[in-house]
């Protein structure tokens, strides 16, 4: 690990040293895609995508997990890419697995070449019992302590398990409870609704951490097919929590799917995110 950091210290440092704010339009809080949004595009032809992507408007894109298996040109590539596109990337989705320690090292390689400030588990696996949700939050503790020396912060990203009781326990509130404040809560709007969650009480309960937001609607009739802005989701109250003591630096658009194709999705989806959002 210490010879790609000393090989590539100027560049980092300098990618690491501007903040989330030097990105934000007009001092707005940025408005980003999920590329998972526009994954078979992506796959098809990974540069058009992004270069469709920032001409539609939007702000930034956070990878998902196909991307850990980069190598380190590819990785400059893309941020190169970025960078001529004006675009910036604030995370990044993992597996559970990219988080043990024989695999940390390429994570953290491929985010600092990124200029990435978070490295999030979108996903905990299988897990069945409170004990297990106990061995996730202290995976992300541990994390803390591996990645704070490179400008890097870990990150968890919910779906609907998380907000679902075990012994009346949710697990996102014990993975809150037993990690500090470096470890970023990412919310998954739609996911935590549709578990039957209130996401302003989530973000007022855990303020200075709710740092991401993925902005996916939900319907009892349309599921996670409906548009941002078509479904269950408080849109108003959730930016009010978010802007007023959530702590939230970046937006992210989500779609899983919906009547149009992906790139006229999230076109519409930035479309309706700026019209609601007086702070996008």
């Known amino acids: 690990m210490a010879r790609f950091l000393s090989t590539r210290r100027t560049f980092l440092a300098a990618a690491a040293s501007l903040p989330l704010a030097a990105k934000k339009s007009k001092g707005k809080i940025p408005i980003g895609l999920e590329l998972y949004s526009v994954r078979d595009e992506l796959a098809k032809n990974e540069e058009g995508t992004l270069r469709d992507v920032a001409k539609i408007g939007y702000e930034c894109v956070e990878f998902y997990a196909p991307y850990y298996k980069w190598d380190t040109e590819h990785a400059k590539s893309i941020r190169k ?21 024989d695999k940390i090292g390429h994570a953290i390689e491929l985010n600092q070449i990124l200029g990435t400030k978070y490295i999030v588990m979108a996903s905990a696996g299988d897990i069945q019992d409170l004990d297990g ?27 609907e398990l998380e907000f679902t009781p075990i012994h009346g326990v949710k697990p996102i509130e014990l993975i809150a409870k037993n990690t ?27 303020p200075g ?31 009010h929590a978010a802007e007023n003591g959530g702590g939230t630096e970046y937006y992210l658009i989500e779609q899983e799917g919906s009547r149009y194709p992906a790139l006229e999705t999230v076109k519409r989806c930035l479309a309706t995110f700026k019209k609601m959002n007086a702070g996008a």
Not at 134 to 158: D, I, M, S
Request: include cysteine; proline fraction near 4%; hydrophobic fraction near 35%.
């Open 133 to 159: 949700w106990k061995r996730v939050a202290q995976t992300l503790q541990q994390a803390t302590e591996e990645l704070a020396p490179h400008n890097l912060q870990p990150g968890y990203h919910n779906h």
């Open 180 to 206: 500090s404040k470096a470890v970023m809560l990412q919310l998954d709007v739609g996911t935590c609704i549709k578990a039957g969650s209130d996401p302003v009480a989530w973000i007022e309960k855990n």
């Open 81 to 101: 890419l970025l960078d001529n596109l004006n675009m910036r990337c604030y995370s990044t989705h993992n597996d559970r697995a990219n988080f043990d320690k």
């Open 209 to 239: 951490r709710i740092r991401s937001i993925h902005c996916k609607d939900w319907s009892s009739s349309g599921g996670y097919e409906v548009l941002f802005g078509e479904g269950s989701a408080p849109w108003k109250k959730i930016f």
